[in-house]
């Protein structure tokens, strides 16, 4: 189980595990509702509780008309009482009031979806879902990782990667952990073969990638971002810090 606040700080967010029997469950709703149901697993659902009511109500994230829940990985707030999921390839915005879930983040955009496949040469190469996400701390950017290995950095005003177009290059493995400078000028992100990357918020690319020892456990930036602390190891842990800089120094 996951928690956080939305950043109107209203309401405690929930990502929740479902079991086994509640998955085959949702699954015979989709299908009986006419919809494909996606094969990947994607084992949470995602419930709200608003502090200023303190009835011990949950709404919970729902497919548009419908009481089907929808089944995703990661959740932060983004904006005021609308939070971003991941569902399956995309992110979709959750405004928690309303109830209603929308894949575009401004109407007033042609094009305004967090859609991997869109900016991808062969979208059928695209596999799996999103399994780590954060927002920068001044709303500008929100970092994707997924389980392909792609890191993406979109712009939160429009949906738009960085440079308009899918990073150069990615990870061998599923992205597990990311997390952007207090400054927003970087990203760092890590994936299941306990690599490091480093990645540039102006340009989108990567900058610098190195590989620890054990399982990454979790990835921070120090307030004043100079700094990357990384916990590593389950049984025997270890903490790393490496210094963030630009030049040959």
């Not at 890191?151 to 290059?169: C, M, N, Q």
Request: aromatic content about 10%; some cysteine; glycine content about 6%.
């Amino acid at each position: 189980m996951f928690v956080c606040l939305s950043a109107s700080e209203r309401y405690l967010c929930i990502q929740n595990k479902i079991l086994p029997s509640e998955f085959k469950d949702i699954e015979a709703s989709w299908k009986k509702n006419g919809s494909n149901f996606n094969p990947q697993v994607h084992p949470y659902k995602f419930v709200a509780l608003d502090l200023q009511q303190a009835t011990g109500g949950l709404m919970v994230c729902l497919r548009k008309l419908s009481v089907i829940p929808y089944l995703g990985e990661k959740i932060c707030a983004f904006a005021g009482n609308i939070m971003a999921v991941t569902i399956n390839r995309r992110v979709i915005f959750w405004d928690i009031p309303t109830g209603r879930c929308d894949q575009k983040v401004c109407k007033s955009k042609n094009y305004s979806m967090m859609y991997r496949p869109r900016w991808l040469e062969n979208p059928n190469d695209v596999k799996g879902g999103s399994k780590a996400m954060e927002m920068s701390k001044d709303g500008h950017f929100l970092a994707v990782g997924s389980e392909d290995g792609y890191l993406f950095i979109y712009h939160t005003d429009s949906g738009i990667p960085v440079r308009e177009k899918a990073p150069a290059t990615k990870h061998t493995a599923s992205v597990i952990k990311v997390a952007i400078s207090g400054n927003s000028k970087w990203v760092v992100s890590a994936c299941q073969n306990n690599t490091i990357k480093l990645w540039d918020t102006s340009s989108g690319k990567e900058v610098f990638t190195t590989r620890v020892d054990a399982e990454v456990q979790h990835i921070k930036f120090t307030p004043n971002s100079k700094y990357v602390v990384i916990l590593t190891g389950t049984n025997h842990t270890r903490v790393l810090i490496y210094k963030v800089h630009t030049g040959s120094s």
